[in-house]
């Protein structure tokens, strides 16, 4: 979880608010533990998978399932669209 720990500096360093600094390593260690997969084994397909499973837990707040999106599929996950080499 080192890399969480880097991922959050960089945030900071960056100049990212406290509040994403904060939440977005923590969804990246709940993901992680969702698709228990070391971080370089992680395919587009996980992500896509974890986006679908995210989309049927209700709200701790509202005890309402998210707001419906449309569909994911392959393509909205693939590493082409965040332009970083596979």
């Known amino acids: 979880m080192e890399d969480i720990y880097l991922f959050r500096k960089e945030l900071q360093n960056l100049g990212y608010c406290e509040t994403v600094t904060n939440t977005y390593p923590r969804q ?4 992680l533990e969702f698709i228990k997969k070391e971080n370089t ?3 587009s397909e996980d992500i896509l998978n974890y986006y679908n499973h995210i989309k049927t837990v209700k709200g701790k707040r509202t005890k309402k399932p998210f707001p419906n999106t449309r569909p ?3 393509k909205d996950f693939s590493l082409q669209r965040f332009n970083h080499p596979k």
Do not use: G, N, Q, S
């Open 28 to 31: 990246i260690r709940v993901f």
């Open 41 to 43: 084994a992680i395919k």
């Open 72 to 74: 994911a599929t392959e």
